[in-house]
């Protein structure tokens, strides 16, 4: 049955409508029904493609000077693209967290529930983040802003009000572990060990100061139990990463204060500032919160801290091995790790009693983890960790500064609270900018540097908003809430607050606007050239006071370019190797050796051995006389040569010594040279005459 169908198939011509084998034949339906599907499916297709070129990206690019009104018609054309684009797949990813939500919760994911309000946070914050980088504002301060208008506002403040208190002080410890363990990894250990002494005062003289200026203030002009006013000193001492950082790399990528390495220095300098910060808030912070009596709570501060290194090294060795180098997926085991490393330090210490701990052992976990990744990483190798941390401060920096936010409310603030709360920040950092001008001092930075340094070290946002709201939340976690703790706990966050909103701002715009002013434009090249010129200038200065000649650069030495002299030198190094290969062989074997050689040569026809033209028609007798003869140069001839070469040499080497008149022991030292070399040639010469 098959053999007859495949007859029948094979013998059907391509342009015939009849089948020539088979027991019956028919004819075949023209395909006239498929070709007029195909034609209108294509008119159908040219029509669709006429309609929508003027919708098409492709066919209509950009113009090179398009105005405002021809780029928003652009941003709308299809495919998606650019601004557009992130916005609609924002929407969509949104869209499908809330459809999840509402088929998990029901009516928590309705208008007055929980995760309905997180939800309109963060899209919101989203969004005042994006608009308020348009005036080169960071966008923390507007998620900081929606926050505020959501708990606030008359029509949306239900969204404030409806965030439950667990669920916000979560999430802010949650964003507190990624900024721990960023910080962490960017720590390298063994650059700090590098760091010049102008580094570190920098870094913790300033900060120190802040501390404790703000500690007293705030205990006279507050009210505040002293364990309370340094918490507040600590939480204001510490500057803002997510405000500095950008700014400063931003200089650092325009070649503003490289030359000197100002970006650099601040980085560093800005990183051990909030180590030391985060250190002191969880000292005070164990303090504060323990049930224990006065004597073990000053005694449970330096514990915790203790705890929380030792914790930090522990996981962090863990890490070095865990998981292996052989790992598919060895980033995303690492980072999860190390996150749920900091989570359990954070979350683990509230449970033993000891907060002080948390943040000290997420810092220490990631930095010691980050010392050895950092050295099985390839030269030029980017940091993967780093990456994904970075991608999920993307994401919960909104909750972060959405929740600070919407934390404050400022139908309750007093007055006298706001307006104390902003002097004790004024203080504090009137002091630290003197104190940050003062220890510049023999940087080798001028004025306007240093004022500039200054200016750095002002911004405050990232910390504050970390830390600013634990000590209230702590407080209500608690079933019965004492008042006092309330109220020097809404006074912090208060302040808190109030710092972001007024130095985050001025702090970041004073980088951008006198970075380029302040600091010098170059390389490290052109600045050491300019400290070379400004010391030369200072020696000579010094020589004028003193009458003494102008210093005038060596005059360079010109290399001997004689041929003749360069001739004589490879001369007298030819005959010295020629003679010295002569009296190292054996006589006998010298003279079989050029026989053998001779006779190889001859026996092979021209063919095997080495055949020089210039000995053609000259027996080996002659030519054994002619070598003989060669080698017989006259002693004294030769003694002038060796002599007139080492003499240059010696004077060369007393020219790059800068003397003028050779040594007295240097000539004897060329006359023995030069009177021991004829006594071995004589003696050589002596041993060739013996050859037979």
């Known amino acids: 049955m098959g053999d007859k169908l495949e007859l029948r198939l094979r013998d059907v011509k391509p342009n015939s409508d009849h089948v020539i084998n088979g027991n019956a034949q028919h004819e075949v339906k023209p395909q006239k029904a498929d070709a007029e599907q195909d034609e209108n499916c294509s008119e159908l297709q040219d029509s669709c493609t006429a309609y929508c070129i003027p919708c098409l990206t492709r066919h209509n690019p950009l113009p090179e000077n398009a105005n405002i009104f021809q780029k928003i018609l652009h941003g709308f054309m299809l495919p998606p693209h650019g601004n557009l684009a992130s916005y609609f797949q924002f929407a969509v990813v949104c869209l499908q967290v809330w459809i999840i939500l509402y088929a998990w919760t029901n009516t928590e994911a ?44 008359p029509v949306i403040r239900s969204v404030g009000d409806n965030i439950d208190g667990k669920w916000s002080a979560v999430l802010r410890k949650v964003a507190l572990t990624v900024i721990l363990t960023r910080a962490g990894l960017g720590l390298d250990v063994i650059k700090l060990k590098k760091l010049s002494w102008a580094v570190l005062r920098l870094a913790f003289i300033p900060c120190a100061a802040e501390i404790v200026t ?22 204001m001492g510490a500057l803002s990463p997510a405000v500095t950082v950008p700014s400063l790399v931003s200089l650092q990528d325009r070649r503003y204060g490289v030359g000197k390495g100002i970006p650099t220095m601040l980085l560093a ?8 910060c985060v250190t002191g808030f969880s000292v005070f912070f ?63 210490s509230s449970v033993i009693k000891l907060s002080g701990a948390g943040p000290i052992g997420c810092l220490t976990t990631a930095t010691v983890a980050a010392y050895k990744w950092r050295q099985r990483r390839q030269p030029g190798e980017p940091d993967e960790v780093a990456s994904v941390m970075a991608l999920a401060w993307l994401i919960v920096q909104h909750f972060l500064f959405g929740l600070i936010g919407s934390a404050v409310d400022v139908s309750k603030i007093q007055s006298s609270t706001a307006g104390l709360g902003i002097a004790t920040l004024a203080i504090g950092l009137a002091v630290r900018s003197v104190l940050s001008f003062t220890v510049t001092l023999g940087t080798g930075f001028n004025i306007k540097e240093r004022v ?57 715009t004073l980088m951008a606007v006198l970075g ?23 020696d000579q200065h010094i020589l004028d006071e003193i009458d003494a000649p102008e210093i005038t650069p060596p005059t360079e030495i010109k290399p001997i370019e004689n041929n003749q002299f360069k001739s004589e030198i490879s001369l007298t190094l030819q005959n010295r190797s020629s003679k010295l290969i002569l009296s190292e062989l054996d006589p006998v074997d010298t003279h079989s050796l050029d026989y053998v050689d001779t006779d190889t040569a001859s026996n092979d026809g021209g063919q095997g051995g080495f055949e020089n033209p210039a000995y053609e028609g000259i027996t080996d007798d002659e030519i054994v006389s002619e070598n003989t003869d060669d080698n017989d140069i006259d002693t004294s001839e030769t003694n002038d040569i060796v002599e007139s070469v080492d003499q240059t040499f010696s004077v060369i080497d007393r020219l790059e010594a800068d003397d003028k008149k050779p040594d007295k022991e240097e000539n004897n030292d060329i006359k023995a040279d030069s ?3 004829s006594e071995i040639k004589k003696q050589r010469k002596m041993e060739e005459s013996s050859l037979p």
């Open 214 to 235: 703000t500690a007293v203030v705030s205990h006279f002009l507050l009210g505040f139990p002293w364990a309370w006013s340094l918490m507040l000193g600590c939480i």
């Open 110 to 153: 309705l208008p007055g529930g929980n995760y309905f309000s997180l939800l309109v946070l963060f899209i919101c914050c989203a969004f005042g983040g994006y608009l308020i980088s348009f005036i080169n504002l960071p966008p923390l301060l507007g998620m900081l802003i929606m926050g505020l208008l959501l708990k606030n506002l």
């Open 675 to 677: 009177s021991s070399n």
């Open 452 to 508: 500039f340094v200054t200016l750095t070290w002002l911004s405050k946002a990232t910390v504050q908003a970390a830390t600013g709201g634990l000590a209230i939340a702590e407080v209500m976690l608690s079933d019965k809430p004492d008042p006092d703790d309330v109220k020097y706990g809404t006074d912090v966050l208060t302040i808190s607050v109030l710092a972001i909103i007024i130095c985050a701002p001025i702090g970041a």
């Open 516 to 538: 380029p002013r302040f600091l010098a434009l170059g390389d490290d090249e052109d600045a050491e050239a300019e400290e070379t010129k400004g010391d030369v200038k200072m």
């Open 286 to 348: 164990g303090i504060i919160f323990s049930d224990s009596d006065l004597v073990v709570t000053i005694f449970k501060g330096p514990i915790g801290v203790f705890v929380g290194i030792i914790y930090g090294f522990v996981a962090g060795i863990f890490l070095w091995y865990i998981p292996a180098k052989d790992c598919a997926n060895k980033v995303f085991f690492r980072s999860m790790l190390l996150l749920g490393a900091g989570l359990v330090a954070l979350f683990g």
């Open 269 to 276: 300098a800005g990183g051990l500032d909030n180590v030391l």
